[in-house]
């Protein structure tokens, strides 16, 4: 399976970040923070509820401070990849291969990435108020659990019915049956 454009760059910059920091290995939280760099992945994040400032102040916090990471022995050696984060690639190339992806994306790794429920780096992204079922959601259907302009604003429950034409009107917030259909009788009978 092919990876894109977009997935190549975020694995160099997972590479040079654990290099700049004279880490031996390339671990996820690496990874997260080059998947910070991705516009579409960012924006995923943000639609999905995290707030992605504070994900960044909190890994590279995480990176500055962790000893317990093996320093390169020369500044020439490359960082290698840990197991976890080999793992997370593989299981998104099998993923987007199931769906009938012709390439892995930055997105496919990062619902990858909540299969590793012991990593600090799933730990600080459900922390900044991410889930993998958000992520997915949004991806799935482009309901977003935050208002579209990633503000940390109100859920927006309409959000998918607005998609297709259709808001929901003011009964949307309160009641998802309307949030998601339409009253055909009531249509009728108002001559629509």
Do not use: C, W
Request: negative net charge.
């Amino acid at each position: 399976m092919r990876i894109n454009a977009e997935l190549e760059i975020a694995l160099t910059v997972t590479l040079t970040e654990a290099g700049s920091r004279r880490h031996a290995y390339a671990g996820l939280e690496h990874l997260l923070v080059a998947l910070l760099i991705d516009d579409t992945t960012r924006s995923v994040m943000r639609h999905a509820g995290a707030d992605v400032d504070a994900l960044r102040r909190r890994l590279d916090a995480y990176l500055d401070a962790e000893t317990a990471l093996p320093v390169a022995a020369d500044d020439d050696d490359e960082p290698r990849l840990t197991v976890g984060l080999r793992r997370v690639l593989a299981s998104a190339a099998q993923h987007a291969e199931a769906v009938g992806k012709a390439e892995v994306a930055p997105t496919d790794v990062l619902v990858s990435l909540f299969d590793e429920t012991d990593s600090p780096a799933v730990a600080m992204l459900v922390e900044a108020g991410a889930t993998r079922l958000d992520v997915v959601t949004y991806l799935a259907h482009g309901t977003a659990r935050t208002s579209p302009a990633g503000s940390g604003g109100a859920p927006s429950p309409g959000a998918g019915a607005a998609a297709d034409g259709y808001d929901g009107g003011p009964a949307a917030a309160g009641d998802p049956l309307a949030a998601y259909t339409r009253d055909l009788t009531a249509a009728g009978r108002a001559g629509e």
